[in-house]
């Protein structure tokens, strides 16, 4: 057996949105979004120096992520919780109008348009 047919073994772990919502990546955290109203698509970097505060939860300190998304489409707002640890490890989230999608459906929903 030569090395590449080993290696296609390990596929892409899924991403389980009910789990974590959110790609980290250096400098934010994104996140990929549809509107509940229209079924527009959003995608949203929320920076962690700027735009996420430190904070308490059930006496752990950790980062505290507040968003709010409004569409061209329609005036529905979507309203992003979150709570991450000090490593920014996803430790509990909510979101209000609007669900949230994988990147690779945000890609395909924009491919569309
Ligand atoms: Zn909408």
């Known amino acids: 057996m030569k090395g590449g047919e080993v ?9 389980d ?3 974590d919502p959110f ?7 994104v996140m990929y979004v ?18 996420i505060a430190l904070g308490y939860k059930d006496g752990k300190s ?14 529905n707002k979507i309203e992003v919780n979150a709570f991450f640890s000090n490593s920014f490890k ?7 109008g ?3 999608i994988t990147e690779e459906e945000y890609y395909r929903e924009k491919g569309k348009r």
């Open 90 to 96: 996803t430790l509990s989230f909510d979101i209000k």
């Open 7 to 15: 290696m296609s073994f390990f596929r892409r772990k899924k991403k």
């Open 62 to 75: 950790g980062y505290e992520l507040r968003k709010e998304l409004i569409g061209a489409n329609c005036p």
């Open 34 to 51: 549809r509107c509940s109203k229209c079924g527009e698509v959003f995608r949203s970097h929320v920076y962690k120096g700027s735009e």
């Open 17 to 19: 949105l009910s789990k």
């Open 98 to 100: 609007g669900e949230f």
């Open 23 to 29: 790609y980290m990546t250096s400098k934010a955290v």
